[in-house]
């Protein structure tokens, strides 16, 4: 294990000290006032003064920006040259003359004033310097907040996060190196080409539903269910900000088992990793597709955390061929903030054309892709009870790989579908989105949606 000299953290080899030291403490950011350190942060800065420049005494801490100034011939002497001035106001006007700064609060006999490090401001205390760094502060911790919210901020994407937990996980002694370098190399590999290495798959969950409902009927008067569904879970890589990923993959990997769209699908027979999906995404935005959101992203996902919505899926799969549409249900239209019209329109999706009275229904209707505010998860089925309740059956990317694993296992216990259902109640965010495919556009077809993508709206349901 090697250490790193900025901050103690234990590190696997010399070359990862340099990419830690490159990456976390020589990052944008300004410099140090004292040495010229650059740290990755304002954050960084402020708890390096704290480490490397404290002040004597007990729990006292040295302000950011304090200089001392060289001795003039006045108590009024220039902090940047130790020229004299006869006056405060006299001061001020030569900082700002000769300087091109900008002098805050001068009190008579000051003999020490403080440059902020983030812009021309000097000031005559400590306290006035800490005040105004405060609102440098806020100001860059809001910005920044919004970005790290989407993902959009520069800490990197998949690989990057995939490794630092890795790290971790070794550091905490949860794994050991060997594994860890093993689980790189097949990351690596599994970026190179381009392909999801399923080490978060679970697959025949639909086929173990099939077979539950098929001998446990009780209340159920009738389930449809989409087959060949798998399920992907979040990873080390993507856990936090990944969920529309997984979504996809869900959805790809139902898509991929249905001969209608093998034409669409034949250069995308294996199901893609993340950082593959964003490169996807990004050659949609290429072709003209949705250019308003395209922009919202500066045009860039991969190398970044950046979360998907309803709008880059649709993007996405018209881009592949996919005839899909987007429907929006804008408002609550029950009471307590519930949708049974989402419910409604699930079941309407699912038993269109189908007539007969088999109790369990397993169609050829790919799965759904529903999206709410900062969380997304795919609809494999809905159940209607014998009292008419609806409830949808749910594949969350959130739920761990081991959690489907037992599922497969208990399959025959009663409570086997209840991790997967969610009714009515269940569903109470102000507004929920669902992306639907249903068949393969014609190339003409497909160049008129990429003409109306520019102005791209959802269908409401009202």
Same mark, same amino acid.
């Given at each position: 294990?090697?250490?790193?000299?900025?901050?103690?953290?234990?590190?696997?080899?010399?070359?990862?000290?340099?990419?830690?030291?490159?990456?976390?403490?020589?990052?944008?950011?300004?410099? @140090? &006032?004292? *040495? !010229?350190?650059?740290?990755?942060?304002?954050?960084? +800065?402020?708890? /390096?003064?704290? #480490?490397? $420049?404290?002040?004597?005494?007990?729990?006292?801490?040295?302000?950011?920006?304090?200089?001392?100034?060289?001795?003039?011939?006045?108590?009024?002497? @220039? &902090?940047? *040259? !130790?020229?004299?001035?006869?006056?405060?106001?006299? +001061?001020?006007? /030569?900082?700002? #003359?000769? $300087?091109?700064?900008?002098?805050?609060?001068?009190?008579?006999?000051?003999?020490?004033?403080?440059?902020?490090?983030?812009?021309?401001?000097?000031?005559?205390?400590?306290?006035?310097?800490?005040?105004?760094?405060?609102?440098? +502060?806020?100001?860059?911790?809001?910005?920044?907040?919004?970005?790290?919210?989407?993902?959009?901020?520069?800490?990197?994407?998949?690989?990057?996060?995939?490794?630092?937990?890795?790290?971790?996980?070794?550091?905490?002694?949860?794994?050991?190196?060997?594994?860890?370098?093993?689980?790189?190399?097949?990351?690596?590999?599994?970026?190179?080409?381009?392909?999801?290495?399923?080490?978060?798959?679970?697959?025949?969950?639909?086929?173990?539903?099939?077979?539950?409902?098929?001998?446990?009927?009780?209340?159920?008067?009738?389930?449809?269910?989409?087959?060949?569904?798998?399920?992907?879970?979040?990873?080390?890589?993507?856990?936090?900000?990944?969920?529309?990923?997984?979504?996809?993959?869900?959805?790809?990997?139902?898509?991929?088992?249905?001969?209608?769209?093998?034409?669409?699908?034949?250069?995308?027979?294996?199901?893609?990793?993340?950082?593959?999906?964003?490169s996807m995404i990004e050659d949609a935005w290429k072709e003209g597709f949705d250019p308003r959101g395209a922009s919202h992203f500066?045009?860039?996902?991969?190398?970044?955390?950046?979360?998907?919505?309803?709008?880059?899926?649709?993007?996405?799969?018209?881009?592949?061929?996919?005839?899909?549409?987007?429907?929006?249900?804008?408002?609550?239209?029950?009471?307590?903030?519930?949708?049974?019209?989402?419910?409604?329109?699930?079941?309407?999706?699912?038993?269109?054309?189908?007539?007969?009275?088999?109790?369990?229904?397993?169609?050829?209707?790919?799965?759904?892709?529903?999206?709410?505010?900062?969380?997304?998860?795919?609809?494999?089925?809905?159940?209607?009870?014998?009292?008419?309740?609806?409830?949808?059956?749910?594949?969350?990317?959130?739920?761990?790989?081991?959690?489907?694993?037992?599922?497969?296992?208990?399959?025959?216990?009663?409570?086997?579908?209840?991790?997967?259902?969610?009714?009515?109640?269940?569903?109470?965010?102000?507004?929920?989105?669902?992306?639907?495919?249903?068949?393969?556009?014609?190339?003409?077809?497909?160049?008129?949606?990429?003409?109306?993508?520019?102005?791209?709206?959802?269908?409401?349901?009202?």
């Amino acid at each position: 294990m090697q250490v790193c000299d900025v901050c103690g953290q234990e590190l696997l080899s010399e070359s990862e000290v340099r990419s830690h030291l490159a990456r976390v403490h020589l990052g944008p950011g300004p410099p @140090c &006032p004292f *040495c !010229g350190f650059r740290g990755g942060g304002y954050d960084q +800065l402020r708890r /390096h003064i704290d #480490a490397a $420049h404290p002040e004597p005494g007990p729990q006292s801490s040295r302000p950011l920006g304090a200089a001392t100034a060289a001795p003039g011939p006045s108590p009024l002497a @220039c &902090p940047l *040259c !130790g020229e004299a001035a006869a006056s405060a106001p006299g +001061l001020e006007a /030569h900082v700002q #003359a000769r $300087h091109g700064r900008l002098l805050l609060a001068t009190a008579p006999g000051n003999k020490q004033l403080y440059e902020c490090p983030m812009c021309d401001l000097v000031c005559a205390s400590p306290q006035i310097l800490q005040e105004h760094v405060d609102l440098h +502060l806020e100001e860059c911790s809001f910005s920044e907040g919004i970005n790290r919210q989407y993902g959009l901020d520069d800490s990197g994407g998949y690989k990057q996060q995939f490794l630092k937990n890795m790290e971790r996980e070794v550091n905490r002694g949860r794994m050991q190196p060997f594994e860890y370098h093993k689980r790189k190399t097949d990351m690596m590999e599994s970026l190179a080409f381009g392909v999801d290495d399923g080490k978060t798959k679970s697959s025949g969950v639909i086929e173990a539903l099939c077979k539950y409902y098929q001998n446990e009927f009780k209340d159920v008067r009738r389930i449809w269910l989409s087959v060949g569904v798998d399920h992907f879970s979040s990873s080390l890589g993507d856990r936090g900000w990944g969920c529309g990923y997984r979504n996809f993959q869900m959805l790809l990997s139902s898509l991929l088992k249905n001969d209608m769209y093998n034409d669409c699908l034949q250069d995308h027979t294996l199901i893609p990793s993340i950082p593959k999906i964003q490169s996807m995404i990004e050659d949609a935005w290429k072709e003209g597709f949705d250019p308003r959101g395209a922009s919202h992203f500066n045009n860039r996902l991969r190398g970044t955390k950046a979360w998907i919505g309803a709008c880059e899926i649709y993007s996405l799969l018209t881009s592949l061929r996919l005839k899909c549409r987007v429907i929006d249900f804008h408002k609550p239209t029950g009471p307590m903030g519930t949708h049974p019209r989402l419910f409604e329109w699930v079941l309407s999706y699912y038993s269109r054309g189908r007539e007969d009275g088999a109790k369990v229904v397993c169609t050829s209707k790919p799965p759904l892709y529903l999206q709410h505010q900062g969380h997304s998860r795919t609809v494999v089925g809905i159940e209607e009870k014998k009292n008419r309740t609806l409830c949808l059956l749910i594949f969350d990317p959130g739920c761990p790989s081991q959690e489907m694993q037992k599922l497969l296992r208990h399959n025959s216990d009663v409570t086997f579908p209840k991790q997967l259902q969610k009714f009515v109640g269940s569903l109470k965010d102000k507004q929920y989105q669902i992306v639907a495919v249903d068949g393969v556009l014609l190339p003409e077809e497909k160049a008129a949606r990429l003409e109306a993508s520019q102005v791209f709206t959802a269908e409401k349901i009202p």
